[in-house]
């Protein structure tokens, strides 16, 4: 028994670690979308909303205003999804924090319940 509850806590701080791991890459990479500030290397290697989407938003220099409106559309959903993502991550991550309930077969947060 007490190899047991040593494996499932030492299990538990390795999976606590990823999870700090995985709120710190969100977290920079989150405010570096969100504050605009992408480093050189992101940007020439393409993990930008503007370079992922360019096809959906067309030529800026061909028709303006409808690229615009869905370069804003685009950045507006992304940052919306943001907090959901994370949650989600962050539940499948570290199952033992008990973020994501899929027994009524839905992915709900445990706080909102």
Do not use: K
């Amino acid at each position: 028994y007490a190899s047991r509850r040593t494996y499932m806590v030492n299990a538990m701080e390795a999976s606590l670690g990823y999870a700090v791991l995985y709120t710190a890459v969100f977290l920079i990479y989150g405010s570096m979308e969100v504050l605009g500030l992408m480093p050189q290397e992101l940007r020439s290697a393409g993990i930008t909303l503007p370079s992922l989407l360019s096809r959906w938003f067309g030529d800026q220099s061909v028709d303006f205003t409808v690229y615009h409106i869905r370069r804003t559309t685009a950045t507006t959903l992304l940052h919306a999804c943001l907090p959901l993502a994370y949650c989600v991550g962050l539940g499948l991550l570290a199952p033992e924090l008990d973020m994501v309930c899929t027994e009524q077969g839905v992915a709900v947060c445990s706080t909102i319940q």
